[in-house]
């Protein structure tokens, strides 16, 4: 049976890549069983499917993923509606860029240190009007996690309960945010190892 | 007492900042401690399905385990996928490569932390303590022979947003003699790490060396 990371990549059974990660079943295994923790066998008490679902589209997209980003908008779009998966869309598509970035704690590698954007959504922004309070907060924070997680702080966190999100929850936010990095990743590599094997 | 003040006195609650601590400035394989940003779940209030969560019991000495037994199903899938990507090597990328993707990777996304642990192991399991240290003090553009040139340059394109990982990287993996299911463990390896490095860059921060 195929899993999401194989929809994603494109694996297809009995193929080369397909045996590559049937020659890892824990790895094939638990990458989905982490997938099915976060979206599917979930306790919404701290953080809502809809709020999941717009954060990993939005995640996907700033990865220029456009499988993962279709899989996750469709996600949203059950739970949330169209209106979520629209403003996710325009507000993830406006803050695109490349990372990592950002600074270090002053000394030897503040010579490293790369500036690049600070996503944060203005208080008259329409978008605000539809994702709400806590779920702009959290495509805030995705966006620091994603392309600056070296400039995260406790004023990041700080943000996060001041906007609603409890303790779980913004541990669970933080773990869906770096899930995605790993599996988007497994994906891209996988379905680059898999155009090979069919070339 | 206004909307405010009550909004302030959750986010004091809810967040531990540790203004006096002197966090490392540089990249080290010297062992670190590391200090969480949130209250981690109680030890002894810790429920069966947690312990679950941190797979093995004793990790319900560490902060950070029990900061993120808060999810703990997430947790012990998240555990298992780790164990499994870095301890199953009875074949494919020998561990000391697994290791050197796991700190190059630390590295470039700027996790300390990780990166001082994993440089510690990618030196215990190769034997090239040089070598890995040129890796932190100068970084992932550092000179290195071809095999690690290969890892380190596919780890950094696989952790750059979006991906920038391409034909030439596995090409070069497959030059210095890799086999196929070990260049899969070079993409799940560095893949992984951009996971670990995110929750211990925003849940938390490194502390020095005890003295």
């Keep these: 049976m195929t899993d999401l990371i194989d929809r994603l990549a494109g694996v297809t059974p009995g193929s080369a890549v397909d045996a590559l990660r049937r020659h890892r079943p824990a790895t094939r295994d638990n990458a989905q069983a982490s997938y ?7 306790d919404e008490t701290h953080a809502s499917l809809a709020e999941r679902a ?51 704690p002053a000394g030897p590698l503040t010579a490293e240190d790369r500036d690049g954007l600070r996503l944060g959504v203005a208080a008259d922004d329409p978008a605000r009007t539809v994702l709400g309070t806590r779920l702009t907060a959290a495509l805030e924070h995705a966006h620091l996690l994603v392309f600056r997680p ?41 379905r680059l190892l898999d155009t090979e094997d069919a070339a | 007492m206004t909307d405010q003040t009550i909004t302030d006195q959750a986010v004091d609650d809810a ?60 947790l012990r899938a998240r555990t298992l996928t780790d164990k499994d990507i870095f301890y199953n090597a009875k074949d494919g990328l020998p561990r000391a490569e697994r290791e050197l993707a796991a700190a190059a990777t630390s590295r470039f996304n700027g996790c300390i932390f990780c990166a001082s642990v994993h440089a ?17 003090d100068e970084g992932t553009g550092g000179e290195q022979d071809a095999a690690w040139r290969a890892v380190i340059d596919a780890a950094v394109a696989l952790a750059a947003t979006p991906p920038r990982l391409e034909r030439r990287h596995l090409d070069a993996l497959r030059e210095v003699g890799l086999d196929e299911q070990a260049v899969s463990d070079v993409i799940h390896s560095a893949a992984f790490f ?16 005890a003295a």
Aim: no cysteine.
């Design chain 2, 120 to 136: 510690r192991f990618a030196t215990h399991h190769s034997k090239r303590h040089d070598d890995v240290q040129r890796l932190l």
């Design chain 2, 15 to 74: 967040v531990v900042a540790h203004p006096e601590a002197s966090t490392p400035d540089r990249f080290t394989q010297d062992e670190l401690g590391w200090t969480p940003w949130l209250e981690p779940a109680d030890e002894a209030g810790l429920t069966e399905r947690q312990y679950e969560g941190l797979v093995d019991r004793a990790r319900a000495k560490s902060d950070y385990f029990r900061l993120l037994a808060r999810d703990p199903d997430i």
């Design chain 1, 150 to 190: 070296r400039e995260s702080s406790p004023g990041a966190l700080g943000a996060l309960a001041a906007a609603g999100w409890s303790t779980d929850g913004i541990v669970t936010l933080s773990q869906l945010v770096s899930f995605l990095a790993f599996q988007l990743r497994v994906a891209a590599g996988l």
């Design chain 1, 54 to 104: 717009a954060v990993a589209q939005f995640v996907s997209i700033l990865h220029d993923d456009e499988v993962a980003a279709a899989h996750y908008a469709a996600l949203a779009r059950d739970a949330g509606g169209d209106a979520l998966v629209d403003a996710t869309t325009d507000l993830a598509a406006s803050v695109r860029t490349t990372g990592p970035y950002g600074a270090y």
């Design chain 1, 36 to 42: 099915d923790a976060l979206f599917t066998a979930i």
């Design chain 2, 194 to 209: 951009n996971w670990a490095n995110r929750l211990m860059l925003s849940l938390g921060e490194p502390t020095p060396p």
